[in-house]
Structures are given as structure tokens and as C-alpha cells.
């Protein structure tokens, strides 16, 4: 009985786009590649090759180009030391390792597939910043995208600004909860894992 069971516990890890543990599930992949590195879900990238924005397209047929998609890049594995300093912060968002939370690394919305690739028409509302891990801990870059319904706006902090520049604190312990809520879990998602050269 164990070894039929094998096989579809590595199926069933095969098919996550996602990293065990996120608040936020997929089955769906995303194509996303730097300039020097192609994204595989869960596999090592140095930090040198993810300094500028990546290309992101889409994998699956069922994402259509007549709607728009949102795109959130979260780590996942920022250690709660780094803002337990931070007195805003009532409580910390988990991240998926003992004492770690999360950052805002990109927000964008106004995504439409256009010759293969996702392109927006608008300012992000969280600008790209290259992943910088300041540890030799593996850190979980994960980039999902979402559907944006017309319908859909995000929240007043958002849209005032609170996460457009790349120094601010806000980035910090960020949750995707309000997120899901509104738009429901991504459509397509991937990640991969730095750490300090």
C-alpha cells in the first residue's frame, strides 16, 4: 500500500506552484524569467541574476486576454527580527519558517496578455525591488497572480502611495489575506529561493 501511495505524493507535490505552507494555492503555473534565469518553482536563483523586473507570460490556456490580472511578489522568509523593532506593527503576518514574516517586493494591477506576455497600462502600486537576502537562510521569492474583477479596488494605503517606495517599512508584514478575500486564491503562481551569496 505505501508504494502506491508514493507515487501520488510526488504528484501531488509536482502539481503546487506554490511553496507548502502559503496562505495562497495554486496548481497553475506561471512563466516568469529574468534576464540570466528562468523561474522553476522552488529552485535556487543568485541574487545577482533578479536585480531588474522579470518577463512574466502565461502558461495556462485558460487565462484569457479579454480581463485584467494582478500580480503580487511576496518573500516569504523575512526574519521577524528584521521588524519587530517597527512599533506599527500590532501583529506579525507568518511567513513560512519559525519567526519569519513577509515583504513586499511588487504590486501591480492592470495586467493584460498581449503577444504572449503580461502587460499593464498603469503605475505599479508597489514598484519591482530586486530581491537583496542579507543571510545565508534560503528566502522564498513567490510571484502570484491573481484576476483583478472591475470591481476590485485596492486598499486606501495602496492607493495613497503607503508601498511605492522601495525603502519604506510598510513592505513589511504584508499580508495577501485581504487579497484573496476580495479576488479569491491566484489563478497561477510560481517561486524560487535565494539566499546571500
Do not use: C
Not at 495602496?158 to 485581504?178: E, K, V
Amino acid at each position: 500500500m505505501l508504494r502506491s501511495l508514493i507515487p501520488l505524493f510526488f504528484a501531488a507535490g509536482a502539481l503546487a506552484q506554490t511553496p507548502a505552507g502559503s496562505s495562497a494555492h495554486t496548481t497553475h503555473n506561471l512563466g516568469a524569467a529574468y534576464q540570466n534565469a528562468t523561474i522553476t518553482p522552488g529552485v535556487w536563483i543568485s541574487p545577482d541574476d533578479v536585480s531588474d523586473q522579470p518577463s512574466i507570460w502565461p502558461v495556462s490556456p485558460k487565462m484569457r486576454k479579454d480581463i485584467q490580472y494582478m500580480l503580487v511578489m511576496l518573500d516569504l522568509n523575512i526574519p521577524d527580527s528584521d521588524v519587530t523593532t517597527a512599533a506599527y506593527y500590532d501583529t506579525l503576518v507568518p511567513g513560512l519558517a519559525t519567526n519569519t514574516t513577509t515583504r513586499l517586493h511588487w504590486w501591480g494591477g492592470n495586467y493584460t496578455i498581449e503577444n504572449g506576455q503580461f502587460v499593464n497600462s498603469s503605475d505599479s502600486l508597489a514598484p519591482y525591488t530586486a530581491p537583496r537576502p542579507r543571510d545565508s537562510t534560503n528566502h522564498t521569492y513567490t510571484l502570484y497572480l491573481f484576476d483583478q474583477p472591475a470591481t476590485y479596488f485596492p486598499s486606501k494605503e495602496a492607493l495613497d502611495g503607503a508601498y511605492y517606495s522601495q525603502m519604506t517599512d510598510a513592505r513589511f508584514n504584508f499580508s495577501l489575506t485581504p487579497i484573496i478575500e476580495a479576488v479569491g486564491q491566484p489563478v497561477a503562481a510560481t517561486y524560487f529561493l535565494s539566499d546571500e551569496v
